[in-house]
């Protein structure tokens, strides 16, 4: 299994040249390039469908607003049965599973590396990553449900995306019953909150990392 930092191209970098020791340098940064978008732009699996970040933003929105619909009014009827309701954050998930197609696009028409890219897929990846890493875990926390829905929430929403096929996630410095990150990841710099990067970023970054 490789493990695939989403964080630090370099080091997604090192785990390609172990794992293929025979790829050129400048190959083993365009895979290490192609595997971390296969996370980065991850596929949000929701009631059974899946939804491309960022382009059906709209799409998984709209499908989500039913159900907190139903949240909504299930919370109002406690409120009118029960003197008072502790204000927590009512959390819905989302699945995620690894975008193969925004890796393929990175690699354009090398399809010995698309090859292995697949093969690294197939063979089992553990993305390490913190929640701004993720395209959707980025976009729906910042997502305005009241405007959406257009009705006042009684309740704030969080979302919760996590790796659910094709692969296993670590959120650095998540808690409770999942595999927790390496003390040297929980320790990485703060991130700040930018958009994940885009194809063309991951370009650089890859033949940045490849000169090194």
Not at 21 to 30: C, G, M, N, R, S
Not at 67 to 88: R, Y
Not at 166 to 182: L, Q, Y
Request: one cysteine or more.
């Amino acid at each position: 299994m490789i493990t695939c930092q989403l964080t630090k191209l370099e080091t997604a970098f090192e785990q390609m040249r172990k794992a293929y020791p025979k790829l050129p340098p400048t190959d083993a940064a365009l895979l290490a390039s192609a595997l971390t978008l296969t996370g980065r732009h991850a596929l949000a699996l929701y009631e059974g469908t899946q939804y491309v970040w960022p382009d059906e933003y709209n799409e998984l929105t709209q499908a989500m607003v039913k159900q907190l619909e139903i949240v909504n009014e299930g919370i109002e009827v406690t409120k009118k049965t029960k003197a008072s309701v502790e204000e927590e954050p009512v959390t819905v998930s989302v699945g995620l599973m690894p975008n193969l197609s925004a890796g393929e696009k990175q690699l354009q028409d090398r399809k010995d590396l698309k090859a292995l890219l697949s093969d690294a897929l197939q063979q089992g990846v553990e993305f390490v990553y913190s929640p701004t890493d993720i395209g959707w875990q980025w976009a729906l926390d910042r997502v305005n449900w009241s405007t959406v829905s257009g009705e006042e929430l009684s309740r704030r929403i969080k979302i919760k995306a996590s790796f659910t096929e094709g692969a296993i996630g670590i959120e650095m410095g998540a808690t409770g019953p999942k595999r927790r990150a390496s003390k040297k990841s929980v320790a990485a710099e703060a991130v700040v909150e930018e958009a994940p990067e885009t194809d063309s970023d991951a370009a650089a970054e890859a033949e940045e990392a490849a000169a090194e």
